[in-house]
């Protein structure tokens, strides 16, 4: 195959779910000796170092994400690599960028999450969420391809080394994994450590995990080290599904990582950190396979603490939840993508 460019960010304000998501992808195409270029105009030197240890090819966007220069530097960079396919992940490109971006006369996949563009130009449309729906894209070329649903979640190569192992579920749970996602801009990690220490458990201990982008690292960092409880501090883990393995729940932002969460079968409380996050939250409580707390800045911390503790003490429940979300992603979403992909573009060089 030839080169998949890509096109995401990664910064304190959307954390990087798009470029973790990105990476599952590409990943999935080097599988069929394809090669990846990522381009970013945002992105933190600990993350383009990621890249490139997977061989990935990192260029850098000067422009503002979702510009017309943006999108014009993007088709630049398709040219200069001899692009075959090009993915766009953000809330930032909209319908303009991607008419500007399908001007390369190359194939064009479109991360979206909500239905956030007026327009969809591209040839494949992405959204693996459980409230994706096709009412979401009446505003399409008639060629658009609509990728729907939990099918497509895309995990990258060290969730998928875990899909025949089996979680064991102890009578009292002690071990909660936290993960506020990438970026945090509230502190929401410092929120949940600060209520989770009302727990009075024996042997009950924490794993508080911080992204690359952090704002507040060193807030958080004495709050852990001051703590009644054992809280462990983890930033950027290199073994993530190590983490959840090692947890009997979990208390997380409602981003991508609850897809993560899902595959590994690990129970947890959800919390909104973003406007982006309420729509997939809901549906996910819905469903029964999370339970959602709603946004942060309406929890109080005893209401935090009090869901950890009744989930703790409750294995039958975490069980049941347990069993649901191990169905709901079996970890063949990238595999899916790509063949989607590939049947797409003889699509267009039959036409």
Known sequence: MGVLLIRADAYAGIGIGHVMRCIALAQAWQEIDGKCVFASALISPDLTARLKSEHIDVEHISATPGSEDDALLLRELANTCNAE?????????????????????????????????????????????????????????????????????????????????????????????????????????????????DIKLAGFEVRAVVGITHPYLGVVQTEAKQAQIPIQLIQNPENMPGLMAWADLAVSAGGTTCWELAFMGLPAVLIITAENQVKSTSMLQR???????????????????????????????????????????????????VEAMIRSKKRILVS
């Open 85 to 197: 396919w090009i993915a766009v992940d953000g809330y930032a490109f909209g319908a303009d960028y991607q008419h500007i971006v399908k001007k390369t006369g190359l194939p064009v996949l479109f991360f979206d999450d909500n239905g956030h563009a007026e327009y969809y130009f591209a040839d494949i449309v992405l959204n693996q969420n459980l409230h994706a729906d096709k009412s979401l894209y009446s505003d399409k070329e008639p060629y658009t391809k609509l990728l729907l649903g939990p099918e497509y979640v895309l995990l990258r190569r060290d969730f998928l080394q875990w899909r025949e192992w089996k979680r064991s579920i102890p009578t009292v749970g002690k071990k909660v994994l936290v993960t506020m996602g990438g970026g945090d801009p509230y502190n929401v990690t410092l929120k949940v450590i600060r209520a989770l220490q």
């Open 287 to 337: 469903k029964g396979l999370f339970q959602d707390l709603g946004w942060f800045k309406n929890i109080e911390n005893w209401q935090l603490s009090d869901a950890v503790i009744t989930l703790l003490f409750d294995d039958i429940k975490r069980q049941s939840y347990s069993e649901i979300l191990r169905k709901s992603v079996d970890g063949l979403g990238s595999s899916r993508v």
